[in-house]
């Protein structure tokens, strides 16, 4: 309880901040609706020549896209920012006040900063979705809408794990931005269901990199395709990932030494 | 003359060593272009396959070929970014640059070559890995390997200008995010990059003669392949000449608009 409302004051700081800027909502709708135009004409042309892609059709890709951009969206205005937020604390010496703060290092670093705009991906994201599972005529009873809530809450916790790993290697690696520019690229990869792929660049893709988990996998979940081995496997993935990268964490501040003092 | 090329020199070895000293972020960058070519390499591999092992002309070795000759293509062409300049502008370190006594032209030119040299390194090893994973299909055709030099060199250079023109853009607006995100969209599907260019509708094909991308990516890339006739050859460097003619003149006419304008953000 006390947690969220901390969580809770810490976003409602950053949203008010966000609030001030508002021609930052038209340029961000321009960037979320040209992503999506770039992803339907790619989906568009891949469709000109087949019927299916991998056995997925046109409309199922469509779903992939949608939670492509959804979680993407979830990525770009929770996770990432709170993640550069990390790199530069390091590198310029914030990072001391926040660890200062008598709460959770992890938590306090995790939430403060919040993009609200780049929400507007998360909405163009859902709409894809709702689009696109409502004309594929099969209908999605409750299991597969809670199913879809749990594997997307897993992605998105397993890509949160990643990424707190990533920035806390900052305590020793000095210019962190080239991973972020790498990670987005394969995180493009994401657009198509990972089945496609040779089967140790699917490996690299479950397993170093989530991209598997936090698209392909609740994208399955909403055209039938998901196996109870894969939910599990999701659950304790996302598991793992939060143990892992919270020890890691505190590993990397047991050997970083301030840098204002 | 001599004194340009001091300068050229100079900026290319100071480039060159700062390029070597941060070896990790140019590996990363470089798993990212691998990355973006294997995606589309795999995507129109299994459409080729659902087609019978064909699409817009290309059998499956020969997509695989084609997205593998592509990033070379693509190392070689790509310029330097805007966001670097529209950086630059917003953060004030132009107005140094500007007061030195040769155009930033000339210093930008050599450090892009002392990155391409390092990026080299990385992109040849990377091509043969791919080579050994798909088995691409290549015909290497030697009065067109001939003709790639110059038509790569023209590329470059074209792309580099328009770049440069769409950077200078800054000194208006200091934020361009959305012009180059929609820039670089319509890059993508009408230089080749996406697919070759023979997979678009036949519409989106007249509409790539006439605009510069292709000229800058997909012709270069036809001439690697040996897939270019001597005729087409000869309209692609007529298109390359006369695009850069149009960009020259305009980057002249934006930068002596562009310096005037020039606000000196945070002096």
């Known amino acids: 309880m006390h947690y969220l409302r901390l969580i809770w004051t810490y976003l409602r700081l950053s949203a008010l901040n966000e609030l001030q800027y508002r021609a930052n909502l038209l340029v961000q709708m321009f960037n979320s609706v040209l992503g999506l135009a770039i992803g339907l004409a790619g989906l568009a042309l891949v469709f000109s020549q087949t019927d299916s892609l991998a056995g997925w059709g046109p409309l199922e890709l469509l779903v992939v896209v949608g939670v492509h951009t959804l979680i993407g969206g979830i990525i770009k205005s929770v996770i990432q920012p709170n993640m550069y937020q990390i790199a530069e604390g390091v590198q310029e010496g914030n990072l001391d006040y926040i660890l200062t703060k008598p709460e959770d290092s992890q938590l306090l670093v995790s939430i403060t900063r919040f993009e609200l705009w780049r929400l507007v991906d998360v909405l163009v994201g859902l709409g894809v979705l709702i689009f696109a599972v409502s004309r594929l005529g099969q209908g999605i009873g409750l299991g597969e809408a809670v199913a879809f809530s749990v594997v997307l809450l897993c992605g998105g916790l397993i890509f949160y794990s990643f990424w707190l790993a990533i920035a806390t290697t900052s305590f020793w690696v000095v210019r962190t931005w080239a991973i972020y520019e790498m990670f987005d690229r394969l995180y493009q990869a994401g657009r198509w269901p990972v089945g496609i792929y040779p089967s140790w660049l699917r490996f690299g893709l479950t397993f170093l990199v989530p991209v598997a988990f936090a698209v392909t996998v609740p994208a399955e979940a909403l055209t039938a395709r998901l196996t109870p081995l894969y939910l599990a496997l999701a659950l304790g993935m996302a598991a793992l990932a939060l143990v892992a990268a919270r020890w890691f964490w505190h590993f990397g501040l047991r050997h970083y030494s301030g840098a204002s003092a | ?267």
Do not use: C
């Open chain 2, 1 to 267: 003359m001599k004194h340009i090329a001091q300068v050229l020199l100079a900026a290319f070895k100071a480039h060159l060593i700062a390029t070597f000293q941060y070896r990790v972020q140019e590996g990363m960058q470089m798993i990212g272009l691998l990355v973006e070519s294997l995606i589309y390499l795999v995507v129109w591999t299994t459409v080729a396959k659902a087609r019978g092992g064909e699409v817009g002309g290309f059998s499956t070795d020969e997509i695989a070929g084609y997205f593998i000759a592509w990033m070379f293509v693509r190392n070689i062409t790509t310029g330097w970014s805007p966001y670097a300049m529209e950086w630059r502008i917003r953060r004030g370190d132009f107005n140094s640059l500007l007061l030195r006594p040769v155009h930033p032209i000339f210093a930008d030119t050599s450090e892009m070559l002392a990155s391409k040299a390092v990026a080299m390194i990385t992109v040849i090893p990377a091509m043969i890995a791919l080579a050994l994973v798909f088995k691409p299909r290549f015909e290497l055709v030697p009065w067109s390997l001939v003709a790639l030099i110059p038509a790569l060199i023209l590329a470059f250079v074209l792309r580099y200008v328009l770049m440069y023109v769409l950077a200078l853009t800054a000194f208006w607006t200091t934020r361009l995010g959305g012009l180059f995100e929609l820039w670089y969209g319509v890059e993508f599907f009408f230089s080749g990059r996406v697919a070759p260019l023979t997979v678009l509708p036949e519409w989106a094909q007249q509409v790539a003669n006439l605009l510069p991308f292709k000229w800058m990516f997909y012709f270069p890339l036809e001439l690697l392949l040996g897939r270019s006739q001597p005729d087409e050859m000869l309209f692609g460097f007529a298109m390359q000449i006369l695009w850069l003619t149009v960009m020259v003149l305009l980057i002249r006419f934006v930068w002596r608009r562009a310096t005037r304008r020039y606000a000196a953000v945070g002096g």
